[in-house]
């Protein structure tokens, strides 16, 4: 009887546990960061890569020199009761151009449901 209690007690936490990562990824806090790019580039075009922590977001071929390019990306954080915020690193890293590889990045910190513009220039 001990074990069967002990088995349906952890049946009951996974199903809590299941039924609160849905709930959380649904309907978790967001916020969007508007990014744009701009090449310091003066003569030829570049291609660029966007990360967020890391992580690929965006990328375009054939920034033209001096022209600039944006995307808004819509970013889900999950703040707990102590947690309120979080410090976030945007990169842009460009190949190409007569300059050759640059790279651009700006520290955020991001609360929940807020906006945020970024702009980097490579």
Known sequence: MKGKTIAII???LVVVAAVGY???????HH???????????LTETVDFTVYIDGDQV?????LQPGEGRGTTVPMKYYFSYFDKSRIIEVKAVSTGGGLGP?????????????????????
């Open 102 to 122: 640059q790279t651009d990045t700006e520290t955020i910190t991001v609360f929940p449901n807020e906006r945020y513009d970024v702009k980097l220039y490579i």
């Open 31 to 41: 916020s969007d960061i508007s990014i744009e790019v701009y090449s310091t580039h």
């Open 58 to 62: 965006y990328s375009y071929k054939g």
């Open 22 to 28: 849905f709930v959380a990824t649904k309907y978790g």
């Open 10 to 12: 952890l049946v009951i």
